[in-house]
């Protein structure tokens, strides 16, 4: 069985730097890509940006372009995201995403999600 284990978030203040992590545990065959998906009070959810596990090449949705970074560590599984300079509408719940192979088939996977709190 497998699971995405978040962490990181909480409450910033604008202008202030955000890190998250997300690891993928369990019977794990390969990963395609990780990243992060966000959604706002009263709003769709949206891509934030992510990374192919092989390549390392990175997709950032424009919003954030320019703010953020994606890396991955193959070994542990796990990608990591930092986001600077953030603002107020960058509140929401943000929540880890891979497509990953769990030894017996592809599919679409989702942490429980991370509270993110932006003040001025």
């Known amino acids: 069985q497998v699971r995405l284990v978040e962490s990181g978030g909480g409450a910033v203040r604008t202008g202030e730097f955000l890190t998250l992590s997300c690891q993928a545990q369990?019977?794990?065959?390969?990963?395609?890509?990780m990243g992060w998906y966000r959604e706002a009070p009263g709003k769709r959810r949206e891509l934030v940006g992510n990374i192919d596990m092989k390549s390392g090449d990175t997709r950032v949705a424009d919003p954030v372009k320019g703010r953020l970074t994606i890396s991955r560590d193959n070994a542990k599984n796990t990608a990591f995201l930092r986001m600077n300079s953030l603002q107020p509408e960058d509140t929401a719940i943000y929540y880890c995403?891979?497509?990953?192979?769990?030894?017996?088939?592809?599919?679409?996977?989702w942490g429980p999600g991370t509270q993110v709190s932006v003040s001025s």
């Open positions: 369990g019977n794990i065959g390969s990963i395609n890509t």
């Open positions: 995403n891979s497509v990953l192979y769990d030894e017996t088939t592809w599919g679409h996977y």
